[in-house]
């Protein structure tokens, strides 16, 4: 997985109901856009992520997701 700071990452919710999670990325940690993310959602929380299987990154606006 790569992202760029700005790119957000959308976690898939995982049970029937389960909706998407949506973080903007404001630090990328590791190296060559590798994970672990400082991310921020929408409601102003922010952590450390380290996206699994089931997300994807979002690149700038209308570009296709990435795994």
């Given amino acids: 997985m790569h992202a760029n700071k700005g790119d957000r990452v959308r976690q ?5 109901g ?8 404001v630090e990328v940690m ?8 400082r991310v921020r959602y929408d409601d102003g929380h922010e952590c450390i992520l380290s996206p699994g299987p089931d997300s994807t990154v979002e690149h700038g606006r209308g570009a296709a997701p990435t795994r």
């Fill in 12 to 16: 898939h919710g995982r049970v029937v």
């Fill in 18 to 25: 389960q909706h998407d999670k949506v973080a903007e990325i």
């Fill in 30 to 37: 590791g190296q060559g856009g590798e994970p672990p993310y």
